[in-house]
């Protein structure tokens, strides 16, 4: 009963930027955390960053310094600034909120070429 829709991946250059967006609806009570993971081709799903429901914040350290979470609570979305994109940030990238449990996006793609 909670959909999360994540928005704008895309292809960009080393070096460039994109914002992503997740947004969730449904049978929204009362959101804790959100955040977002990323899986690239051949590897696991990989932690990236998390925001608390007190706006704290943490980074995985392969993006810190480079990305940037924050979120929307009356919207109940969640953005990642994504700045100074390297090839290695090529995946999809999936957000998530907790409530109770964790509930997952469906998925964007993120491309970044050298």
């Known amino acids: 009963q909670v959909q999360l829709v994540e928005s704008g991946g895309g292809l960009v250059q080393a070096g460039g930027s994109l914002r992503l967006s997740c947004a969730a609806s449904?049978?929204?009570?009362?959101?804790?955390?959100m955040g977002w993971y990323r899986q690239a081709p051949g590897k696991q799903r990989e932690w990236v960053t998390t925001i608390t429901s007190g706006d704290l914040t943490s980074y995985a350290d392969s993006v810190k310094g480079r990305f940037t979470i924050s979120r929307d609570n009356a919207k109940n979305t969640v953005f990642l600034q994504m700045n100074s994109l390297k090839p290695e940030d090529t995946a999809v990238y999936f957000c998530?909120?907790?409530?109770?449990?964790?509930?997952w996006g469906q998925g964007t793609q993120v491309t970044v070429s050298s």
């Open positions: 449904g049978n929204i009570f009362s959101i804790n955390a």
């Open positions: 998530w909120v907790t409530m109770r449990g964790k509930y």
